[in-house]
C-alpha cells in the first residue's frame, strides 16, 4: 500500500478504534459521542450549503475526486502514480490556502459579527426584526411620498391572507426600503397593485385589493384607499397607503383611514399595533402559562 493508504490505516487504528473501545469502557461517553458527531454533521453540513453555488463546490468536487483516486491508486499497489498524487496533495494544501486566502479571511473576520449566528440559521428575534422593518417601511414611504409615487404596503399581521399574496407576483424577499420604492416605481410591471408584507418578507406585488364600498367614505378618496380600507376590514392587516396625487401617507387599521400622517406619527402607529400590541399579549400568555405550571 501507498503512503496514504498507511496514514489511513494508522489514523483508524489510533484515532477511531481507540475511540471505539473508550466508549465501550465507558457508556457514559456516548452522550459526548453523539454531540460530537452531530457539531461535526452541522459543520459538514453548513459548509456545504454555503459551498454549493460558489466557485468553491466546484473545486471541491475536483479535490474529493482527487483523493479517491489518490487512496485507489495505493489500494492497487500503483506506487508510482501513488506517490506523485501523494506528493501532490502535500503541496495542494498550501496552494489551497493561497486561492481561498480572502474567503477564509471573511470566514474568521464573521467570527466577531452577527452574520455568524445567520451562517448556523440564529437569526435576530422576531420583535427586533419586526421593528427594523417597519422603520425600513417608513423609509420607503417617505421617499415615496417625496416624488409624489403612489403605493400601497400591506402589513399582515395575525389572520394571513394568502388567497390575496397568491394573485399577486411572488417574490419572497427581504424587506428594504430600495426594493419597496423599486416595487412602485411608475410604469413598471409591479408598481400597479399592492405590496404584501408577510412573516418578516416581501412575500408578493402587484396583488390585487378588495375594495371597501361604503357610503360613508369620503368621494374624493381613490382606489388606493379604498382597496387599504377593504384590506384592513377583512382582515387584521395594516395598510400604508400613499396618494399619487397629494404625496401625502395614510394608514388604514380594522376598517378606518388616518389620513395625512407624518413620518414619526407613521413610526409610531406601526410599531404600536405590530410590534407593541403582538408581543406584549405573547408576553403576557407566556407568564400565565409559566404561573400555571408553577401553581
Given at each position: 500500500m501507498g503512503n496514504n493508504s498507511g496514514w489511513l490505516e494508522n489514523f483508524y487504528n489510533e484515532n477511531l478504534l481507540q475511540y471505539f473501545r473508550t466508549l465501550q469502557e465507558s457508556p457514559w461517553k456516548m452522550i459526548s459521542f453523539i454531540i460530537d458527531v452531530t457539531i461535526v454533521v452541522l459543520i459538514l453540513y453548513y459548509a456545504i450549503k454555503v459551498a454549493k453555488g460558489s466557485r468553491a463546490w466546484q473545486l471541491i468536487k475536483g479535490i474529493t475526486l482527487f483523493v479517491l483516486i489518490t487512496i485507489l491508486s495505493g489500494a492497487l499497489n500503483l506506487k508510482i502514480l501513488n506517490s506523485i498524487l501523494s506528493g501532490i496533495m502535500n503541496w495542494g494544501v498550501i496552494a489551497l490556502l493561497i486561492i481561498f486566502q480572502p474567503e477564509l479571511r471573511r470566514g474568521l473576520e464573521q467570527l466577531g459579527t452577527n452574520k455568524l449566528t445567520k451562517f448556523f440559521g440564529i437569526d435576530k428575534d422576531v420583535a427586533t426584526k419586526t421593528k427594523e422593518d417597519?422603520?425600513?417601511?417608513?423609509?420607503?414611504?417617505?421617499?415615496?411620498?417625496?416624488?409624489?409615487?403612489?403605493?400601497?404596503?400591506?402589513?399582515?399581521?395575525?389572520?394571513?391572507?394568502?388567497?390575496?399574496?397568491q394573485n399577486g407576483v411572488l417574490m419572497d424577499a427581504e424587506v428594504s426600503p430600495q426594493l419597496l420604492v423599486n416595487i412602485f416605481e411608475p410604469k413598471t410591471p409591479l408598481h400597479d397593485g399592492a405590496a404584501i408584507i408577510s412573516n418578516n418578507r416581501i412575500a408578493a406585488a402587484a396583488c390585487v385589493l378588495p375594495l371597501a364600498d361604503d357610503k360613508d367614505i369620503a368621494k374624493e378618496l381613490g382606489t388606493r384607499h379604498r382597496a387599504a380600507i377593504g384590506i384592513s376590514k377583512e382582515s387584521d392587516s395594516i395598510v400604508v397607503v400613499v396618494s399619487e396625487e397629494t404625496g401625502k401617507i395614510s394608514v388604514a387599521k380594522d376598517g378606518t383611514l388616518i389620513a395625512d400622517v407624518r413620518e414619526d406619527v407613521l413610526k409610531k402607529i406601526l410599531i404600536s399595533n405590530i410590534v407593541t400590541k403582538r408581543f406584549a399579549s405573547e408576553k403576557k400568555d407566556k407568564k400565565k402559562k409559566e404561573e400555571k405550571s408553577n401553581i
Open positions: 417597519i422603520y425600513k417601511v417608513v423609509i420607503a414611504a417617505s421617499e415615496l411620498a417625496k416624488n409624489k409615487t403612489g403605493a400601497l404596503i400591506v402589513i399582515e399581521r395575525d389572520i394571513e391572507i394568502k388567497d390575496i399574496i
